[in-house]
């Protein structure tokens, strides 16, 4: 008894003194072989799924529970104590990048489908009926519109990310103004809103750090329930899509993440071993809005950019900086044009890097989000999922490995929010550079 409890103890030691990646990792590795050596078991697939997913779904729970507040106090602490003209200026240098990253992201994901050509020879003909997503992608202007929000607390409640950015900004420059209020009074009020707000911000990073506590169980979880589901079908005829989408993003991490931290002066490695935690998170829980906590602290406490830029580049860099998503859907229009047997003509594809660059900011920062903007890429080119056509079997064959596509494509989200956050913060000469080892 006394030897069993004394393992349990040394069981749980380890757990909270091994390294916090280090755990993670191992959760996702042991959470992928789980995973694929049950995905050969159909039979036990579904049992396992319902006896383990409580355990996933309460990681995504409880970091759901945080992104709002996050959002919100660190929005308004950064919108706060940082000049309003500077926020401007910071707020185009970030915009810039997200919009030129993001439509680089698109070519390179049409480079890679025209050299690999995922789906030629596939010929598939209508039946198969997929028209089961086919929920209305919004409106260019629709989306510009939606981002001031009529009611903040309905936003707030309803976790909508850009009007709680908008009403966050304006509520943080709304405070550093009444903070030079010539009423004594006021002024002091606003000090101390300023600072309950800075309290509260600190609160929510705690939590987080908490929560992460219990990321490598939920990690393993959410992977192997992931794996076992879909990791069989993606060894069919979709390899190759899936293979072309993940050499892209490959590609787009090491060649121009890699290439613009380089032309910055600053190390690939130290980015990689700063930003890793939120990174992986974001593969396994397939959402840039979840990952959100995770995203700002490291950011602040591994890569030293301060809360004035990341408070507000990251909450808008988890919803409208889709590189990921970009190479995602140039990938998969290229994919369904020859799998219909319409390869894409060059007009075309210049469309997509059109299309799929702003569906990507449209695009929300969570699971899934992206395959339905993907209609709004095949609308602009011509290729319409109607109900049993041969576009809409093509498009249920990729919404059936999405889950694989949407890891691979959120951790590269994730990764572009963070490089650009960095750059910014080192072009305002913000960066904390002893943490790059400068
Ligand atoms: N899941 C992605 C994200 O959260 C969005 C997508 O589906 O492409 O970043």
Redesign the pocket.
């Known amino acids: 008894m006394a030897t069993e409890n004394a393992k349990k103890k040394g069981a749980l030691d380890w757990y909270f003194k091994t390294n916090l990646l280090r755990r993670i990792l191992i959760g996702l590795v042991l959470g992928a072989i789980v995973g694929v050596v049950l995905g050969f078991f159909p039979d036990a697939v579904g049992p396992y799924v319902g006896a383990i997913k409580f355990f996933g779904d309460l990681f995504i729970r409880l970091l759901k529970m945080i992104v709002v507040p996050v959002i919100l106090f660190s929005l308004i602490t950064g919108a706060a104590s940082i000049a309003p003209s500077r926020l401007g200026r910071v707020g185009v240098k970030v915009m810039v990048y997200y919009l030129l990253t993001s439509a680089f992201a698109v070519t390179i994901g049409l480079v890679f489908a025209n050299i690999f050509r995922p789906g030629l020879g596939f010929n598939i003909i209508g039946a198969a009926g997929a028209a089961g997503k086919a929920a209305a992608a919004p409106t260019i202007s629709q989306i510009l519109l939606n981002i001031v929000p009529t009611n903040p607390v309905e936003s707030l409640t309803k976790g909508d990310v850009l009007p709680i950015i908008f009403f966050a900004v304006v509520f943080g420059l709304g405070i550093s103004f009444v903070k030079d209020s010539k009423n004594d009074k006021i002024a002091k009020g606003a000090d101390t809103l300023y600072d309950v707000c800075n309290a509260a911000a600190e609160t929510m990073y705690k939590i987080v750090g908490g929560i992460m506590q219990y990321a490598p169980v939920g990690v393993f979880v959410l992977i192997s329930i992931v794996f076992a589901q879909q990791g069989p079908k993606a060894i069919g005829p979709l390899l190759i899509v899936t293979l072309t989408v993940y050499i892209g993003l490959l590609v787009h991490l090491f060649g121009v993440y890699g290439g613009i931290l380089a032309i910055n002066k600053l190390g690939f490695i130290r980015y990689w071993k700063g930003a890793n935690e939120a990174i992986i998170t974001?593969f396994v829980?397939?959402?840039?809005?979840?990952?959100l906590p995770i995203t700002l602290r490291v950011t602040e406490e591994n890569l030293g950019v301060p809360r004035t830029i990341s408070s507000f580049s990251l909450p808008l860099g988890?919803t409208i900086n889709?590189d990921?998503?970009a190479i995602?859907?140039g990938v998969c229009a290229m994919f369904i044009g020859y799998a219909t047997g319409n390869p894409l003509t060059f007009n075309q594809q210049l469309t997509v890097v059109i299309t799929a660059t702003l569906a990507?900011i449209g695009?929300?920062?969570?699971?899934?989000?992206?395959?339905?903007?993907l209609l709004m890429v095949l609308e602009s080119i011509g290729l319409k999922v109607t109900e049993g056509s041969a576009v809409a079997a093509a498009y249920a064959m990729i919404l059936g490995i999405?889950a694989l596509?949407?890891m691979g494509?959120?951790a590269l989200?994730?990764a572009g929010d963070i490089t650009g956050t960095a750059i910014v913060a080192k072009s305002e000469k913000e960066l904390d550079l002893a943490k790059w080892g400068k």
């Open positions: 974001a829980t397939r959402s840039s809005g979840g990952t988890a889709m990921g998503t995602y859907l990507s695009t929300a920062g969570v699971p899934g989000a992206g395959a339905i903007m999405d596509l949407d494509r959120t989200n994730v």
